[in-house]
């Protein structure tokens, strides 16, 4: 499985981003998959998470609202919606996935990952 996420760019506070992870290989409904950001400086940090056959979705308590993840089985992509940017939104955005025989558990940590697309960075002026 290989991850490659799209989507990102610079934008003004206020503008909204469709960010887009497309997975390689067979068995897209065997893999969860999350959505992490990392600032320059700062720890890699999780956004949302949904669930292989997409019935569950997690988004951080904090970003809710204007973090919005679905996830297109027939297309094998999984969007992250993001509206309200803001500049502390800036960041290289990353998507990740496991494959899981849990098919509804979402996984919201870093270390639940183990593949790793190479990231999408979203500059956010003001």
């Known amino acids: 499985v290989q991850l490659a996420e799209s989507g990102g760019g610079l934008v003004q506070a206020g503008d909204s981003l469709r960010l887009s992870c497309v997975a390689s290989?067979?068995?897209?409904?065997?893999?969860?998959i999350g959505w992490f950001r990392q600032a320059p400086g700062k720890d890699r940090e999780f956004v949302a998470a949904?669930?292989?056959?997409?019935?569950?979705?997690y988004e951080q308590a904090s970003m809710k609202g204007r973090f919005t993840i679905s996830r297109d089985g027939a297309s094998k992509i999984v969007y992250l919606q993001i509206d309200g940017l803001r500049p502390d939104d800036t960041a290289v955005y990353y998507c990740?996935?496991?494959?899981?025989?849990?098919?509804?558990?979402?996984?919201?940590?870093?270390?639940?990952?183990?593949?790793w697309g190479q990231g999408t960075q979203v500059t956010v002026s003001s």
């Open positions: 990740a996935a496991r494959e899981t025989y849990y098919r509804n558990q979402v996984y919201l940590t870093a270390d639940d990952y183990d593949i």
């Open positions: 290989g067979p068995l897209f409904s065997a893999l969860a």
């Open positions: 949904v669930s292989g056959n997409g019935d569950n979705t």
